[in-house]
């Protein structure tokens, strides 16, 4: 059964589908967790199911009862389920998984497939919490989470393309020049573009999650900003890091590392960056706090502290 799609572009989801699929290291490190785990006795919850190919592997593997849930429309991942001759026991559905109301039509299950994740640890404490709620509403006790595990270190950097302040002047002197151009005064669409999130500047992530590695020299160690046990644990959100310079100049962004895992498998780990609202001199041996606060959860731009 498919609930209609919601009226956005099934090619654009499509295609951004088939973006992920590219990620063969991702996927069959997923496949390896579902082979793990999937027995005749399986009732599979696959949230936020995408293309559905992991509710298809699920089938294939014998899993007695399979639906996914997706936000999105989940008319081809229906079409797939039919192409691939699994149809009897996987059914799609179309809800936002933070709407209590799907629970009814989820119930009890053994295995739940959490492939929710944005890549990107701000946006992703939203989805943590989708998670742990699946977990707490759906799964059964002896039941198993995939992933088990998130983690993700930060450490800074002197990248002077992501300089924020930099960044603000440009975007000033933009719109001024413009409101002599055109004679309206055009600062409040300035002060729009920077209470906002600098979207227009995240580099470009190549097919493994990660950034060229160029551009950039690296100022402190790798800190683990939160571990989240998927199967047991709660979520705290960070209020601060803290990292320990490694080398002398400037630092401006931070770079976050997140891995999921399975058990021992590293299903994949995607590279994002946030921003320090100001730089910071950094000596070797120097401790930098950085506040993990309001601006940083709305803006992408992290405060200091201390
Ligand atoms: C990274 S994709 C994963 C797709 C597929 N499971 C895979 O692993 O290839 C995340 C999917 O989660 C869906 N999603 C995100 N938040 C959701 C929510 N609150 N409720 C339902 N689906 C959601 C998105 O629409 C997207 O299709």
Redesign the pocket.
């Known amino acids: 059964m498919s609930t209609r799609s919601r009226g956005r572009s099934c090619r654009v989801n499509s295609e951004l ?1 088939l973006n ?2 590219e990620r063969t290291d ?2 069959y490190g ?1 496949r390896e967790a579902l082979r793990r785990v999937i027995s005749p006795s399986s009732r599979v919850l ?6 559905g ?2 509710s298809i592997w699920a089938a294939q593997l014998g899993a007695m009862d399979v639906i996914g ?4 429309s989940v008319d081809v991942a229906q079409e797939l389920a039919i192409a691939n001759g699994v149809r009897a026991n996987v059914r799609f559905v179309s ?4 709407n209590e109301s799907s629970s009814e039509l989820i119930g009890d299950r053994n295995v739940i ?1 959490a ?4 890549n990107d640890p701000r946006r992703d404490e939203r ?1 943590i919490e ?1 998670i742990l709620s699946l977990r707490k509403r759906h799964l059964t006790a002896s039941g198993v989470m995939i992933p088990s595990r998130v983690v993700t270190r930060g450490r800074l950097l002197e990248w002077p393309d992501q300089d924020y302040q930099s960044w603000l002047i440009r975007t000033q002197e933009r719109t001024h020049r413009l409101s002599n151009l055109y004679g309206v005064d055009l600062s409040p669409l300035h002060r729009s573009i920077a209470a906002g999130t600098w979207h227009s500047q995240f580099p470009a992530r190549n097919w493994t999650g990660r950034y060229p590695g160029a551009g950039y020299e690296i100022r402190t160690e790798a800190v683990e900003a939160y571990t989240v046990d998927l199967h047991r644990g709660e979520f705290n959100p960070p209020s601060q890091v803290v990292a320990t310079a490694t080398s002398r100049g400037a630092a401006n962004t931070l770079l976050w590392v997140q891995e999921i895992w399975f058990e021992d498998i590293l299903l994949f780990s995607n590279e994002s960056i946030s921003w320090l609202e100001h730089s910071v001199w950094c000596e070797p041996g120097q401790p930098v706090e950085m506040k993990l606060g309001k601006s940083w959860r709305d803006r992408n731009v992290i405060e200091l502290g201390g």
């Open positions: 589908h992920l699929l991702r996927l997923i696959d949230a936020g199911c995408g293309s190919l992991l849930v997706d936000s999105d809800a936002d998984l933070f497939v492939m929710l994740f944005l989805q989708i």
